[in-house]
């Protein structure tokens, strides 16, 4: 059964810093792996989407990179800034089934 | 282009009680998902529609059910409401094609008294 764990469960930082959110998963037969952003109360907002057979994606200040072998994908948020607050959630898709972790609670301080 | 689209936004129900939730996906999208948020388990996922048919279920009682229409429309039903059924109920519509990206609406919060 695939697992998905999120690390660190919260993170704060000051505006400005540059910071990595964790993801990782059990099995590696995966279609694509989905980074999204959830403010409180919210729907989710797709930020990247990376296929099985790619190693990286970008938009903007995001860049996210997926080592499928070894079960791992990084969220990199560059030159942090408060409305970056909110929590962020990995995703994994399994034969028509999304598989998530629990999220990162992301909060930057002016 | 339209995205996702839930309705209602908001309910409160009584115990025991039924409700029906409206998901209306992307425009060629046939692919429809239900995820349960809540904050002690997260998202989990309650099933999937694709042309009208169920294609995977979670591990969900039988109570939670699903149908989708020949527009892609989703409606999802929980009947005999309980406490623990209070969450935000998430749909979220896929194409069929590569890179089968997800895109989800903003939720429907239950709250059952």
């Known amino acids: 059964k695939q697992e998905v764990t999120q690390i660190p469960a919260a993170l704060s930082v000051p505006e400005g810093e540059n910071l990595v959110l964790n993801c990782s998963f059990t099995?590696?037969?995966?279609?694509?792996l989905q980074w999204f952003r959830q403010d409180p109360g919210k729907g989710l907002t797709s930020l990247l989407l990376?296929?099985?057979?790619?190693r990286e994606q970008t938009s903007g200040r995001l860049n996210a990179s997926l080592d499928k072998s070894s079960g791992r994908s990084t969220l990199y948020i560059a030159a942090s800034q408060p409305g970056d607050s909110a929590t962020y959630l990995c995703?994994?898709?399994?034969?028509?089934?999304?598989?998530f972790g629990a999220g990162t609670r992301l909060t930057v301080k002016p | 282009k339209a995205g996702v689209t839930q309705t209602p936004r908001y309910l409160i129900k009584t115990r025991g009680q039924q409700v029906t939730l409206s998901c209306s996906p992307i425009?060629?999208?046939?692919?429809v998902s239900w995820y349960q948020q809540t904050p002690g388990q997260g998202l989990q996922f309650l099933f999937e529609?694709?042309?009208?048919?169920?294609?995977n279920k979670g591990n969900f009682p039988g109570r939670f059910s699903g149908r989708q229409f020949s527009n892609s429309r989703s409606e999802m039903n929980v009947s005999t409401l309980e406490l623990g059924d209070s969450a935000l109920y998430l749909c979220?519509?896929?194409?069929?094609?590569?890179?089968?990206?997800?895109?989800f609406g903003q939720g429907t919060r239950l709250t059952v008294v």
């Open positions: 425009s060629g999208h046939r692919s």
């Open positions: 529609y694709f042309s009208e048919t169920q294609r």
């Open positions: 979220a519509s896929r194409t069929d094609k590569s890179p089968l990206e997800a895109f």
């Open positions: 990376i296929q099985s057979s790619q």
């Open positions: 099995d590696s037969a995966i279609y694509n």
């Open positions: 995703a994994v898709l399994v034969v028509n089934d999304m598989r």
